[in-house]
Nanobody, 116 residues
């Protein structure tokens, strides 16, 4: 099993920045993809950004150029630097770790609210 704990959410004004972090513990494999998803009220969960074991990244079009994902394999952490935040970025952000097949682990989520 893998446990994920997010931190760094909160309330910020439009144009502001936040940094989310996710710490993983447990039976972690180096080949795991790590990333962030979000779910706004009344909407489906969507991919924000993911990074694979080789460091390749994939971003949602809506956040490209504003958000940056990074991972520290030695510390088993993944972070999301969010700049130029917009009200439409308001959501619960959840950390993901796994291989989209047998292994799929989720954090409990952290609220990000961007005020206009």
């Amino acid at each position: 099993q893998v446990q994920l704990v997010e931190s760094g959410g909160g309330l910020v004004q439009t144009g502001g920045s936040l940094r989310l972090s996710c710490a993983a513990s447990g039976n972690i494999f180096s080949f795991f993809t790590m990333g962030w998803y979000r779910q706004a009220p009344g909407k489906q969960r969507e991919l924000v950004a993911v990074i694979n074991s080789g460091g390749s990244t994939n971003y949602a079009a809506s956040v490209k150029g504003r958000f940056t994902i990074s991972r520290d394999n030695a510390e088993n952490t993944v972070s999301l630097q969010m700049n130029s935040l917009k009200p439409e970025d308001t959501a619960v952000y959840s950390c993901y770790m796994g291989n989209y097949r047998v292994y799929n682990y989720w954090g409990p989520g952290t609220q990000v609210t961007v005020s206009s």
